[in-house]
């Protein structure tokens, strides 16, 4: 058999979504291209955009440990949750979905007035109590639109009404999006002191603002459970609160890109705790040190349960080309669905490829056995052409590997 020539293959896949977590996408590959090209030189680095998955991914990579305890979900009922903590423990890794997330409440009592960040705001506090002052935080999968007041409030935060009254003091109450409405001042001295000495960043793909037609009620409270009149009641409640968040700290959140995060949670963390927030790509790239795990690759495979022209607005695949351009390493795309392919193509990809055969229909691909099945026998002939490429034209003809069912 003719020799395979040295070839080194990054594979840095996303979560193919209700299907494959990152690692189980990444190991398909992997695993695809060690069985039946022993030759190849390959590596898996699970990634994520900071939502879903964003917390093991960097427990993976980091080897630190799961902190695991008690708190409140967005309804303000307990359930488990966890975080993680590096190996020096200075930092904490926290995904807020775990807390605060949608999937935590059923569809029916979904409803963004009465839903609480609090359930995150104890995480953090723990995280403090335990002596970490580096926070990396992903804003995705929320349930909420309280601004964050909830979380804040876990954290010492009192909110008070135009009568002083402490508001979301009541039993199994925190604060909501409802309550933030009634807010007219914030007393900040029963704050946890190690709260100030502590630095957030906040991984998060989403521009949109504080409020307004743009903001976090208009465009992400409906998939949270509100109808249209929830809708307007809560932009009002957004507007209202930023004037008090300028009152109390002279920060101007309104139309700030990204405020809009987590139902205003990000916009809250700015203000109150000067959280930085960047692309939930970038952040999560240079916690996983991409840049040097991918240098001298041949070759990077990346990927996500579905792409087209929104992969190029901030997802982790346009964040993995752009570092892999940058270095000169060609990028393949390898998604469930394909859309946009001139535009993919245009971006940078060399190819893109959808593991999904014609007329396979969605339920069954999204059947998790099926799509790795799918992705190992798209990775199979990619491999395959690349090899057919990388070979002499002398081998082209008489390569076992090339005429042997593989």
């Not at 190991?27 to 291209?33: D, L, R």
């Not at 995904?95 to 605060?100: N, T, V």
């Not at 245009?346 to 396979?360: E, H, I, N, W």
Request: glycine content about 10%; hydrophobic content about 40%.
């Amino acid at each position: 058999m003719s020799s395979i020539p040295s070839c080194k293959i990054i594979i840095a896949m996303d979560s193919f979504k209700g299907c494959l977590s990152s690692s189980e996408a990444g190991q398909a590959v992997m695993e695809e291209i060690r069985e039946n090209f022993p030759g190849i030189e390959v590596a898996c680095i699970p990634v994520s955009d900071g939502g879903d998955g964003m917390l093991d991914v960097l427990m993976q990579a980091t080897g630190g440990k799961y902190i695991t305890f008690n708190v409140h979900d967005p309804l303000m009922h307990l359930h488990t949750a966890r975080y993680g903590l590096s190996p020096d423990g200075r930092t904490a890794f926290i995904e807020m979905a775990i807390a605060s997330g949608i999937n935590l409440v059923p569809p029916a009592q979904r409803n963004p007035m009465l839903t609480s960040t609090y359930g995150t705001g104890e995480l953090i506090r723990d995280a403090l109590k335990r002596g970490c002052r580096d926070f990396i935080i992903g804003l995705g999968g929320s349930a909420t639109n309280d601004a964050g007041l909830g979380m804040l409030q876990a954290l010492g935060f009192r909110f008070l009404n135009s009568q002083k009254e402490v508001l979301g003091t009541r039993p199994g109450e925190a604060m909501n999006g409802m309550l933030m409405g009634e807010v007219a001042s914030v007393d900040t001295s029963c704050v946890c002191p190690e709260l100030w000495q502590a630095r957030f960043l906040l991984a998060c793909d989403v521009q949109a603002p504080f409020h307004g037609l743009q903001g976090a009620a208009y465009v992400f409270a409906p998939q949270k459970g509100a109808d249209e009149n929830i809708v307007k009641a809560l932009d009002r409640n957004l507007e209202h609160i930023a004037s008090v968040i300028r009152q109390e700290t002279g920060k101007d959140i309104a139309k700030l890109p990204g405020a809009g995060a987590a139902g205003g949670m990000g916009g809250a963390m700015i203000a109150f705790l000067d959280a930085t927030i960047k692309p939930g790509a970038k952040v999560m790239l240079n916690a996983l040190r991409f840049k040097e795990r991918i240098a001298e690759a041949n070759l990077v495979i990346t990927g996500e349960g579905k792409s087209d022209r929104q992969t190029l607005m901030g997802k982790i695949p346009s964040g993995i080309l752009e570092e892999a351009i940058r270095q000169g390493i060609p990028t393949l795309l390898l998604s469930g669905s394909i859309e946009d392919v001139d535009e993919l193509n245009r971006a940078g990809f060399l190819g893109v490829f959808s593991t999904t055969p014609y007329p396979m229909p969605l339920a069954q691909a999204m059947m998790p056995h099926t799509a790795q099945d799918n992705i190992r026998k798209t990775t199979r002939q990619i491999i395959r052409i690349l090899l057919y490429d990388l070979l002499s034209a002398r081998d082209k003809h008489h390569c076992p590997l090339l005429t042997e069912s593989t």
